[in-house]
């Protein structure tokens, strides 16, 4: 694999051993085993819900969902050898763009209130969502054009975001601007899938992963399990959801839209990254960008279309963030740029480029979830959640180096 | 052909971004800049410069404060130079240092942290600038005066509030940042009037943290994490300021318990205040804060003048006894909220009834 492709296991002759000793067998080891754990902890702590209980993986999933979605467009920026550092300060700049673009206009604000209530343009959720997205995508292209036409470091570009975009949070969001209840913005924070929708859902994952055993088998790669593992796995998530169960209410039941999306995004990066053609170009210019130009990929389009997909998923992730906190504030998804970095680095996205994919980051990024949301419903305070965080994140990273060197 | 395109794109990028950052240097120079640093305190002018550092304007109420102890001061004839530190105490040490070197009077302080903060105060005193510690204590320093209300019988008043409501069944603390001193004193406060019906046997502490910067959404992932632990089997969550109550509130309402779980709060939020009305948070604790900035833009100009200013009481802050004024607060909740508010002019009654 020192080639720079991405691990593939459905062209390796010996793919089932390849998949049983991959990275993302190892990172679901180490989830079951973290989640195991805090099971037995709320359990002998006499929890209601203990950690593995639908209530509890339903928060950690929703908790998981806003770094998640950061973390998927991470990956693509990695894998070129780039960083983002401009998403966290993102987070509150477009929450916040979003929140004011929802607000109550000047006009109908009563005048005795026109002090204490920021005005705001009063247009609908409808069209704030794809506006914010769109500008989400022309923002990031145009990071994208400016690192390739000057070849400046991505990490200079973004950390110039990173200042820039808190600067115009704070001038936006100088005071909290909550968002209309109700509205679909705050629904997609706090609501749930219709339970039907999700049945369909699993219905679809089953009949697609049937589809695709039947499609390999007819180009002899023999390999049902890569289709049928993760299948399998997310089936069983969404059955276990959907099911009623104790101390779960009927309105909470099921997937949360803010999950739902992030699995949507991620589906849909995923499928980029393995089956199309600037997935391949993506991670062949990751892996060696001279070598990928000399075999004719345009590498500069490669990775301004990276960025623009990075920017359509850091504003659908400051969108997620709005409706779920229910009012924007320009201190807002701080470290979050970090936390989004570390859930791919864990999920086995090199820094070197050209390695890592997306089931890694999301893997990634429920670890770290599952240990914060594990150790608040343990009532551990926050400092020492940094510390063992850290020791995770660099266990987990330097096991999977000493393993890779053997 | 491709090339062409991005390569036009960037120069775009890099027009437009000078572009605005050359509109945003001819529209405004920023207002909290001073005009001529001198290094020599007052020369021709008679006018008192107060130096005012806030920890961030990020909850509502610290604008108020601002507006109101600036409008105060230039009644008293004094000019104010301001700046927020957006909750980056090592950011707040920098700006306090800039202001010291633009030759002002007074230093007043609402540290992020009360211990980073001594170090600002350090800087003053090295070169004999008083320093008004306001609302919240600056450890470890000599500060000259500090002003506030009184902390802890705000968390009393949380404690006694809840009590009175649910004086049997679960609680759960939220504490503030844990580096904010007063966020220590909010949970004694609180625990006065609750921990002798803990003893009794009546009401049980089902668990507690500390929301770190008094972040809405840490305060929200505890709560969610909490309700995941212990279901709907819940009375009380003292929260201690209406910015983590919210998010509380927001961690409630998606389990269908808002205004099922009493809230406590502090600030009088309009957001906050609303929600009382609403009936999905129980009460918050106001400080008039009108009274605390008018008194403060006072005490702050007799310092510049080297004038003797009368303290209530003595507060020890690790190295020194610092003189200090408490002022009373004020419990609300949906009885009494929209009389009093309306009656210091603090909200009108559309702000909070819209």
Same mark, same amino acid.
């Given at each position: 694999?020192?080639?720079?492709?991405?691990?593939?296991?459905?062209?390796?002759?010996?793919?089932?051993?390849?998949?049983?000793?991959?990275?993302?067998?190892?990172?679901?080891?180490?989830?079951?085993?973290?989640?195991?754990?805090?099971?037995?902890?709320?359990?002998?702590?006499?929890?209601?819900?203990?950690?593995?209980?639908?209530?509890?993986?339903?928060?950690?999933?929703?908790?998981?969902?806003?770094?998640?979605?950061?973390?998927?467009?991470?990956?693509?920026?990695?894998?070129?050898?780039?960083?983002?550092?401009?998403?966290?300060?993102?987070?509150?700049?477009?929450?916040?763009?979003?929140?004011?673009?929802?607000?109550?206009?000047?006009?109908?604000?009563?005048?005795?209130?026109?002090?204490?209530?920021?005005?705001?343009?009063?247009?609908?959720?409808?069209?704030?969502?794809?506006?914010?997205?769109?500008?989400?995508?022309?923002?990031?292209?145009?990071?994208?054009?400016?690192?390739?036409?000057?070849?400046?470091?991505?990490?200079?570009?973004?950390?110039?975001?990173?200042?820039?975009?808190?600067?115009?949070?704070?001038?936006?969001?100088?005071?909290?601007?909550?968002?209309?209840?109700?509205?679909?913005?705050?629904?997609?924070?706090?609501?749930?899938?219709?339970?039907?929708?999700?049945?369909?859902?699993?219905?679809?994952?089953?009949?697609?992963?049937?589809?695709?055993?039947?499609?390999?088998?007819?180009?002899?790669?023999?390999?049902?399990?890569?289709?049928?593992?993760?299948?399998?796995?997310?089936?069983?998530?969404?059955?276990?959801?959907?099911?009623?169960?104790?101390?779960?209410?009927?309105?909470?039941?099921?997937?949360?839209?803010?999950?739902?999306?992030?699995?949507?995004?991620?589906?849909?990066?995923?499928?980029?990254?393995?089956?199309?053609?600037?997935?391949?170009?993506?991670?062949?210019?990751?892996?060696?960008?001279?070598?990928?130009?000399?075999?004719?990929?345009?590498?500069?389009?490669?990775?301004?279309?990276?960025?623009?997909?990075?920017?359509?998923?850091?504003?659908?992730?400051?969108?997620?963030?709005?409706?779920?906190?229910?009012?924007?504030?320009?201190?807002?998804?701080?470290?979050?740029?970090?936390?989004?970095?570390?859930?791919?680095?864990?999920?086995?996205?090199?820094?070197?480029?050209?390695?890592?994919?997306?089931?890694?980051?999301?893997?990634?990024?429920?670890?770290?979830?599952?240990?914060?949301?594990?150790?608040?419903?343990?009532?551990?305070?926050?400092?020492?959640?940094?510390?063992?965080?850290?020791?995770?994140?660099?266990?987990?990273?330097?096991?999977?180096?000493?393993?890779?060197?053997? | 052909?491709?090339?062409?395109?991005?390569?036009?794109?960037?120069?775009?990028?890099?027009?437009?971004?000078?572009?605005?950052?050359?509109?945003?240097?001819?529209?405004?120079?920023?207002?909290?800049?001073?005009?001529? @640093?001198?290094?020599?305190?007052?020369?021709?002018?008679?006018?008192?410069?107060?130096?005012?550092?806030?920890?961030?304007?990020?909850?509502?109420?610290?604008?108020?404060?601002?507006?109101?102890?600036? %409008?105060?001061?230039?009644?008293?004839?004094?000019?104010?130079?301001?700046?927020?530190?957006?909750?980056?105490?090592?950011?707040?040490?920098?700006?306090?240092?800039?202001?010291?070197?633009?030759?002002?009077?007074?230093?007043?302080?609402?540290?992020?942290?009360?211990?980073?903060?001594?170090?600002?105060?350090?800087?003053?005193?090295?070169?004999?600038?008083?320093?008004?510690?306001?609302?919240?204590?600056?450890?470890?320093?000599?500060?000259?005066?500090?002003?506030?209300?009184?902390?802890?019988?705000?968390?009393?008043?949380?404690?006694?509030?809840?009590?009175?409501?649910?004086?049997?069944?679960?609680?759960?603390?939220?504490?503030?940042? @844990?580096?904010?001193?007063?966020?220590?004193?909010?949970?004694?406060?609180?625990?006065?009037?609750?921990?002798?019906?803990?003893?009794?046997?009546?009401?049980?502490?089902?668990?507690?943290?500390?929301?770190?910067?008094?972040?809405?959404?840490?305060?929200?992932?505890?709560?969610?994490?909490?309700?995941?632990?212990?279901?709907?089997?819940?009375?009380?969550?003292?929260?201690?300021?209406?910015?983590?109550?919210?998010?509380?509130?927001?961690?409630?309402? %998606?389990?269908?318990?808002?205004?099922?779980?009493?809230?406590?709060?502090?600030?009088?939020?309009?957001?906050?205040?609303?929600?009382?009305?609403?009936?999905?948070?129980?009460?918050?604790?106001?400080?008039?804060?009108?009274?605390?900035?008018?008194?403060?833009?006072?005490?702050?100009?007799?310092?510049?003048?080297?004038?003797?200013?009368?303290?209530?009481?003595?507060?020890?802050?690790?190295?020194?006894?610092?003189?200090?004024?408490?002022?009373?607060?004020?419990?609300?909740?949906?009885?009494?909220?929209?009389?009093?508010?309306?009656?210091?002019?603090?909200?009108?009654?559309?702000?909070?009834?819209?």
């Amino acid at each position: 694999m020192t080639d720079g492709t991405p691990i593939d296991p459905s062209h390796d002759p010996h793919a089932l051993r390849v998949v049983v000793t991959s990275r993302n067998t190892m990172l679901l080891a180490t989830l079951v085993a973290i989640a195991i754990a805090f099971h037995g902890l709320t359990v002998s702590r006499g929890a209601l819900n203990p950690f593995l209980s639908a209530r509890s993986v339903s928060t950690v999933l929703t908790q998981a969902s806003v770094i998640g979605v950061l973390a998927c467009g991470m990956t693509f920026i990695i894998v070129l050898t780039h960083i983002d550092l401009s998403v966290g300060s993102a987070l509150a700049f477009l929450g916040a763009l979003a929140a004011w673009m929802m607000g109550k206009p000047a006009s109908q604000i009563p005048e005795a209130l026109a002090g204490s209530v920021p005005a705001g343009l009063g247009w609908s959720a409808g069209v704030v969502f794809p506006l914010i997205v769109i500008i989400g995508v022309v923002l990031w292209s145009l990071k994208g054009a400016l690192q390739v036409a000057t070849g400046m470091p991505a990490f200079i570009i973004t950390l110039g975001g990173m200042m820039g975009y808190r600067g115009l949070a704070l001038l936006i969001a100088s005071r909290e601007r909550p968002i209309p209840t109700g509205n679909l913005i705050d629904r997609v924070g706090t609501g749930y899938l219709p339970l039907p929708v999700g049945w369909a859902v699993l219905a679809a994952v089953l009949i697609c992963a049937t589809l695709a055993t039947v499609f390999a088998r007819r180009h002899h790669s023999p390999a049902w399990y890569v289709a049928w593992m993760p299948a399998a796995l997310l089936a069983s998530v969404v059955v276990f959801l959907q099911l009623p169960h104790k101390g779960v209410l009927p309105s909470s039941r099921g997937i949360a839209y803010l999950t739902a999306l992030w699995a949507v995004a991620a589906l849909a990066l995923s499928y980029t990254a393995r089956s199309t053609v600037f997935g391949r170009n993506l991670y062949a210019t990751g892996g060696n960008a001279e070598a990928a130009m000399l075999a004719g990929v345009n590498v500069k389009r490669v990775s301004v279309v990276a960025f623009a997909t990075m920017g359509a998923l850091t504003a659908l992730a400051s969108l997620m963030y709005l409706g779920q906190q229910g009012t924007a504030e320009s201190g807002a998804g701080q470290l979050a740029e970090l936390d989004a970095i570390a859930a791919c680095v864990i999920g086995g996205v090199s820094l070197q480029g050209g390695r890592g994919n997306i089931s890694g980051a999301v893997l990634g990024a429920l670890i770290m979830q599952s240990l914060t949301s594990g150790l608040y419903q343990c009532n551990v305070e926050s400092g020492y959640q940094f510390i063992i965080k850290a020791a995770v994140l660099v266990s987990v990273t330097a096991l999977d180096h000493l393993l890779r060197k053997n | 052909m491709t090339r062409q395109w991005t390569r036009w794109l960037g120069i775009a990028t890099i027009g437009s971004a000078l572009a605005v950052t050359l509109a945003g240097c001819g529209n405004r120079t920023n207002e909290g800049t001073p005009t001529q @640093p001198t290094d020599t305190r007052k020369e021709a002018s008679d006018t008192i410069k107060i130096g005012m550092s806030f920890d961030s304007l990020l909850v509502e109420r610290w604008q108020k404060d601002r507006d109101i102890f600036i %409008a105060e001061a230039g009644k008293l004839g004094a000019e104010c130079v301001f700046l927020s530190a957006d909750g980056d105490a090592r950011k707040q040490n920098e700006q306090c240092d800039v202001l010291l070197g633009q030759g002002i009077d007074v230093l007043v302080i609402v540290p992020k942290s009360a211990t980073a903060a001594a170090r600002a105060v350090q800087s003053a005193k090295k070169q004999g600038i008083p320093v008004l510690a306001y609302d919240r204590l600056i450890l470890g320093a000599e500060v000259d005066i500090y002003l506030s209300f009184d902390n802890e019988r705000v968390g009393q008043m949380q404690g006694e509030y809840l009590v009175g409501k649910c004086p049997k069944g679960k609680y759960f603390l939220l504490g503030g940042s @844990p580096d904010d001193n007063n966020a220590k004193l909010f949970r004694a406060g609180q625990m006065k009037a609750i921990q002798p019906l803990v003893d009794k046997g009546d009401i049980t502490i089902v668990g507690d943290n500390w929301a770190d910067a008094w972040s809405p959404k840490k305060a929200r992932e505890i709560a969610e994490n909490l309700l995941v632990t212990v279901g709907k089997d819940i009375d009380v969550i003292v929260a201690s300021n209406d910015g983590t109550a919210g998010g509380v509130i927001q961690a409630l309402k %998606a389990q269908g318990l808002d205004g099922k779980v009493l809230v406590s709060g502090q600030d009088a939020d309009l957001q906050a205040c609303k929600r009382i009305l609403a009936g999905t948070q129980s009460m918050t604790v106001y400080k008039p804060l009108k009274e605390l900035a008018t008194e403060a833009a006072r005490v702050a100009v007799k310092l510049a003048k080297s004038e003797e200013v009368k303290a209530t009481s003595k507060l020890n802050n690790g190295l020194v006894d610092v003189p200090s004024v408490l002022l009373a607060p004020v419990s609300l909740d949906k009885e009494n909220l929209v009389d009093v508010l309306t009656a210091d002019g603090y909200y009108t009654v559309d702000a909070l009834k819209d």
